[in-house]
């Protein structure tokens, strides 16, 4: 069965850096893309970042430049590098892949919270 860990996250000030980290596990996992979603309260989830197998990665317009997501195809593992954060940063965040034959693959979710 298809599972996704995540770790990271927590309280920062503005300004701060966090890094969130994700592992896929689950035998014939076959990944083409893995990424990161958010939902602040009252809100829709949101896609912040994917990348697919091939590297090429899109970005929600509000975090260009300061959140940066990487991949390593090998371990099935993806992480989001997030600097400069601000408090509409705050939310909760969602580890996402889409896998051949399996669909879509969801974490558990870890809190962000950007305050001062």
């Known amino acids: 069965q298809a599972q996704l860990v995540e770790s990271g996250g927590g309280l920062v000030q503005p300004g701060g850096s966090l890094r969130l980290s994700c592992a896929a596990s689950?035998?014939?996992?076959?990944?083409?893309?893995m990424g990161w979603y958010r939902q602040a309260p009252g809100k829709q989830r949101e896609l912040v970042a994917r990348?697919?197998?091939?590297?090429?990665?899109n970005y929600h317009d509000s975090v260009s430049g300061r959140f940066t997501i990487s991949r390593d195809n090998a371990k099935d593992t993806v992480t989001l590098q997030m600097n400069s954060l601000k408090p509409e940063d705050t939310a909760v965040y969602y580890c996402?892949?889409?896998?051949w034959g399996t669909g879509d693959v969801w974490g558990q979710g870890t809190q962000v919270t950007v305050s001062s």
């Open positions: 689950g035998s014939n996992l076959r990944i083409y893309s």
């Open positions: 990348v697919g197998s091939g590297g090429s990665a």
């Open positions: 996402h892949a889409a896998a």
